[in-house]
C-alpha cells in the first residue's frame, strides 16, 4: 500500500508541475529557458535538505534524478504537443484524427506510469525508503512552493 500511496503522490507532482511548466512555456520562459535554470537550482537545495541526502547520496541522487526528469520533460513535450493538436484553430480534430491522436495519449500515459516504476525502484537502490519517501513529498511541496510563487506568495503565507 505505501508504494501505491507514494507512486501516486508522485504521480501527482509531476502532473502538476507539467502544468506549470506548459505555464511557463506559454509565456515565454519555456522549459529550458534561464527560469528554468533558477528553478533547477532552487529544486536542488530544497530536495537536499529536505531529503537530507548525503554529498555521495547526492551525487548519485541527481544524476539518476535528472536522467529521470529528462525522460518526464520528453513525454510531457510529446502530450502538450498532442493537446495543441486537439485545440489547433479552436477546433477539435476529425474523428479518426482524434482516435489516433487519444490511442498515442494512452500510450504515454503507459510510459509515464513505467517511468514512475523504473525509477522508484532504482531510487529505492541508493536510498532507504525513508529517503524515497522523503523525496516525493519534496516534490509535493517544492511545486507549491513554486506555485505560491508564481501567485505572489511567500509559502509560509495562509
Given amino acids: 500500500m505505501n508504494r501505491i500511496a507514494s507512486l501516486l503522490l508522485g504521480m501527482s507532482a509531476f502532473l502538476t508541475l507539467n502544468i506549470q511548466a506548459q505555464d511557463h512555456h506559454q509565456e515565454g520562459r519555456g522549459p529550458r529557458g534561464p527560469m528554468n535554470e533558477q528553478i533547477k537550482a532552487e529544486r536542488v537545495a530544497y530536495f537536499t535538505d529536505k531529503i537530507g541526502l548525503t554529498v555521495n547520496e547526492a551525487q548519485t541522487f541527481w544524476a539518476l534524478y535528472n536522467e529521470m526528469d529528462k525522460k518526464k520533460t520528453d513525454l510531457f513535450e510529446e502530450k502538450a504537443g498532442i493537446m ?5 484553430n479552436g477546433e477539435a480534430p476529425q474523428d479518426k484524427e ?9 500510450v504515454i500515459n503507459k510510459q509515464e506510469a513505467e517511468l514512475y516504476t523504473e525509477y ?9 525508503n525513508e529517503k524515497v519517501i522523503k523525496m516525493y513529498i519534496a516534490e509535493f511541496q517544492f511545486r507549491n512552493v513554486l ?3 508564481m501567485r505572489g ?3 509560509d503565507d495562509k
Wanted: proline content about 3%; hydrophobic content about 40%.
Fill in 84 to 88: 495543441h493538436r486537439f485545440t489547433k
Fill in 147 to 149: 506555485l505560491q510563487k
Fill in 98 to 106: 482524434a482516435g489516433k491522436l487519444l490511442d498515442r495519449l494512452v
Fill in 120 to 128: 522508484d525502484a532504482r531510487f529505492r537502490k541508493i536510498l532507504s
Fill in 153 to 155: 506568495k511567500r509559502p
